[in-house]
């Protein structure tokens, strides 16, 4: 099957293939290189726990604002001093 390379290296899975394939938007993808065959090949990877959990993170993280590093610190300090045992 002969696809095209596109802006930043990017290649298009044909639909059918990605049906047999079983892949979905948001499948994490592996790819190998073999130097020897100049060839490039993937496979459909399940997440690894750690990569589940952050991407829960991610979900519940949706549309909100993050504080800036600024706002970060002030909190850690306000809440150093707010402390009982301070």
Known sequence: MLVELQGE???VIPPALRM???LK???LVELQFNPQQ???SLRRREPTKSEQLAGSF???AAN???P???QMNEA???GLTDSPDA
Request: hydrophobic content about 30%; some cysteine; charged content about 40%.
């Open 9 to 11: 290296g990017r290649i």
């Open 20 to 22: 047999k394939i079983g």
């Open 68 to 70: 800036c590093r600024k």
């Open 58 to 60: 991610a979900r519940h």
């Open 25 to 27: 938007d948001g499948d």
């Open 76 to 78: 850690v300090a306000k």
């Open 38 to 40: 100049g060839s490039l």
């Open 64 to 66: 909100k604002k993050f």
